[in-house]
């Protein structure tokens, strides 16, 4: 597609429960960024991929918090064991080679943890 | 750290007026980015700027590069209601090799018609 995609928009699950989000990057970004966003406040860094692999793991809140990305382009944010502070969108981003400034977003998925 | 300060946190202004908003730091950057978010959608690069003192137009909006490579301004001239969205300004983050993004806690503009 033209732009990235994420799935599912919506996500409404029961705490406990393990869900996965899945992110499509625009096709040749090599970086790939998950953020959280809580209702009303900024972006919250989680993890970075360039190509497969992550450097920067460092904004991951907890062990329960995982991600993984193949092919150098889909990715899935998984979350094990879901709490009702994890309710937030999820928002992943790609960038252009050489220009992890230029951020292009998705739509977010809106996750609700009961 | 490094932080970006925006400010307002929030406006509320008549169709038609200009606006303007800015990100401070402590830290020096050497790039400076405006992002806007639309609700229910994730942020879309606005402008970049990559020189201090840097002047960019994009249609309406302004923004610039501050001298002291401290700060950003935005301006919105002749506000329309589809402007209403949550702005963010961001810079590359140098301790992490500007890898990734330091964020604003952005400013939330709502536009009366």
């Known amino acids: 597609g033209a732009g990235v995609s994420q799935s599912p928009s919506n996500k409404v699950t029961e705490k406990g429960k393990d869900v996965e989000l899945r992110c499509d990057p625009i096709?040749?970004?090599?970086?790939l960024y998950w953020y959280r966003q809580s209702l009303g406040q900024g972006l919250e860094f989680l993890i970075y991929?360039?190509?497969?692999?992550?450097?920067?793991k460092s904004g991951l809140p907890s062990d329960r918090f995982s991600a993984e990305r193949t092919g150098g382009s889909v990715s899935t944010l998984t979350i094990q064991r879901t709490q009702q502070e994890d309710s937030a969108v999820y928002l992943c981003?790609?960038?252009?080679?050489?220009?992890?400034?230029?951020?292009?977003f998705g739509s977010g998925t809106q996750l609700s943890v009961l | 750290g490094q932080q970006l300060n925006q400010s307002p946190q929030s406006m509320f202004i008549q169709e038609g007026e200009d606006v303007s908003m800015n990100c401070t730091s402590s830290?020096?950057?050497?790039?400076w980015l405006w992002y806007k978010q639309d609700p229910g959608e994730g942020p879309v690069l606005l402008i970049a700027?990559?020189?201090a003192g840097e002047l960019t137009s994009n249609g309406r909006l302004t923004a610039q590069f501050g001298i002291t490579r401290k700060d950003s301004f935005l301006n919105i001239s002749a506000s329309i209601p589809s402007d209403v969205g949550i702005y963010f300004c961001?810079?590359?983050?140098?301790?992490?090799?500007?890898?990734?993004?330091?964020w604003g806690l952005g400013t939330s503009l709502a536009v009366n018609p």
């Open positions: 981003a790609s960038g252009p080679p050489g220009q992890n400034e230029k951020l292009f």
């Open positions: 096709s040749g970004h090599t970086a």
């Open positions: 991929f360039q190509g497969n692999s992550a450097p920067d």
């Open positions: 830290s020096i950057f050497n790039t």
């Open positions: 700027l990559y020189k």
């Open positions: 961001a810079a590359p983050d140098r301790a992490g090799n500007n890898r990734k993004l330091i």
